[in-house]
């Protein structure tokens, strides 16, 4: 039995969570209906899930608000809470071999993939998180002997988390293991394309301790369950990744509503930029591919614009195009796979649109641009390089969420930093040269909120994540992630 047929009978053995996670149990939407969740790998339904709406999400925020006023969370000893985030870490290890499948099934990304990437990521966040809660201390300000100044960080209260559908549970652990660390109730909002993983690691939560109401999760569509959770009244932050287009809904509803927190991680439309001094081409070339191609482009910073120095352009795109050549959509089950699907046909067709419209703008496609593997049922997009590409172009501009690489060339570093600038996204960078000073200078010019230096995805859970301009507002990851699930209070004591 090959490991892909393996990994077909684990998958017929599964048992598929599909309802509302409300209040510490599984539940049936309030309105009783349901939709249809496909896996792209071919096209067939997993399981009908619970379409939740406005009624859910006034449910589960009675049952999030109620906890956190109660303290059984919210004021839990740091180090009791520590001890019950790391048993969830270690419900989440423990059950990584089933997550990452569900993962596969559900978006359609290859198993080794979610399994080494995406579940070692999830347990890391969960645990550095878990490890953080008892070495955050609060703050005396310097007064004097004559006053005590005080300043104390507390949980915001009830935090609505809505994730992408590209990396379904390690973005849901961004927002929430922080968000839990900090001592708020989270309500998860999963996209509709991809919901499994959210509502199994809800029973495990429940499993390692966390109370009922303090870990919800609510499947349903953007504009009902979503709209819901970002208008509620007595919901307190809203944690967003996705588009740029929705992530302006919720500074709307926000604005509209009670003026809650709203953390948006939106679109990017990333620059690499090679200069001719680069240390190795063909590293340099190697992660080109890797930064455009893996996940099937469905990644928020992936390096989508490739700016070129001149005089290695030829040189440079012909091993791009055989980075392209060893990337191959496959079977997702095969842990050979090293590109699976697209997430849905509605992505399919809104990816190809973009192929085509290249084309019609006058960019050269240099490579692929077909979509394959049709006999399956599934959604399969080859790697796609376009050469030729000016920056006013469509495909230069707008975020595609693709396996589609617009090329564009430079004269010096002034050129590249005006091409990479022009944009209305900030989310990633990368910069390659063997030339420290030129690194330095070109890194502190790039309006971006990560800026690497000869990768291109670089950085760990310690280092803060997020955007410039468009890309959003707010941080993932490290410590200043915790800031924003939490507020300071000051408390004045004038001593007589």
């Not at 048992?15 to 496909?38: K, P």
């Not at 973009?354 to 006999?375: D, H, M, P, S």
């Amino acid at each position: 039995m090959s490991a892909a047929e393996d990994y077909r009978k684990k998958a017929s053995t599964l048992t598929y969570r599909h309802q509302a996670f409300i209040n510490g149990r599984f539940t049936n939407a309030a309105s009783g209906e349901t939709f249809d969740n496909y896996s792209p790998i071919d096209g067939q339904v997993l399981t009908a899930i619970a379409a939740c709406d406005k009624e859910d999400v006034d449910r589960a925020v009675k049952a999030a608000r109620t906890i956190f006023e109660k303290g059984t969370w919210s004021e839990m000893a740091p180090r009791e809470r520590k001890t019950v985030m790391l048993k969830f870490a270690a419900l989440i290890a423990d059950n990584a071999d089933e997550l990452a499948l569900l993962e596969t099934l559900d978006m359609g990304k290859p198993i080794t993939f979610s399994r080494q990437g995406d579940m070692e990521g999830v347990v890391r966040t969960v645990q550095w998180y878990a490890e953080a809660i008892d070495k955050i201390y609060d703050e005396l300000a310097p007064m004097g002997t004559g006053a005590v100044g005080m300043i104390t960080r507390e949980p915001l209260g009830v935090v609505g988390a809505v994730v992408p559908w590209n990396f379904p549970l390690l973005m849901a652990a961004w927002k929430f293991a922080p968000a839990l660390a900090a001592g708020n109730s989270v309500i998860m909002k999963p996209a509709e394309q991809s919901p499994l993983t959210c509502l199994r690691v809800a029973e495990l939560a429940s499993e390692a301790g966390i109370p009922d109401g303090v870990f919800q999760v609510l499947p349903g569509f953007g504009e009902t369950a979503g709209q819901a959770l970002g208008r509620h009244m007595d919901v307190d932050m809203i944690a967003f990744t996705g588009s740029t287009e929705v992530g302006k809904y919720f500074l709307k509803y926000s604005a509209e509503t009670n003026m809650k927190h709203v953390s948006l991680e939106c679109g990017g439309k990333s620059p690499n930029i090679v200069f001719a001094d680069a240390p190795d081409l063909d590293a340099a070339a190697q992660d080109a591919g890797m930064a455009v191609f893996y996940n099937s482009g469905q990644v928020c910073v992936a390096a989508t614009r490739l700016l070129v120095e001149e005089s290695v352009h030829d040189e440079f795109l012909e091993k791009v195009k055989k980075v392209g050549e060893t990337m191959q959509p496959g079977d997702p089950l095969d842990p050979a796979t090293m590109m699976g699907t697209m997430v849905d046909s509605e992505q399919t067709e809104r990816v190809k649109s973009y192929i085509e419209i290249g084309a019609k703008e006058g960019a050269t496609l240099a490579y692929g641009g077909k979509q394959v593997r049709q006999n399956t049922g599934g959604y399969y997009l080859e790697p796609t390089i376009f050469d030729g590409v000016k920056n006013d172009m469509r495909i230069a501009r707008e975020e595609i969420f693709g396996p589609v690489l617009s090329t564009l060339t430079f004269k010096d570093p002034e050129e590249a930093l005006s091409i990479a600038n022009d944009s209305i996204y900030g989310l990633q960078a990368s910069v390659w040269t063997r030339d420290i000073n030129k690194a330095h200078k070109v890194a502190r010019k790039l309006k971006a909120g990560t800026v690497n230096v000869n990768n291109t995805d670089g950085g760990d859970i310690t280092v803060p994540f997020g955007g410039y301009k468009q890309s959003g507002i707010g941080r993932d990851k490290s410590l200043h992630a915790y800031d924003k699930y939490s507020q300071l209070k000051t408390t004045y004591i004038e001593l007589k």
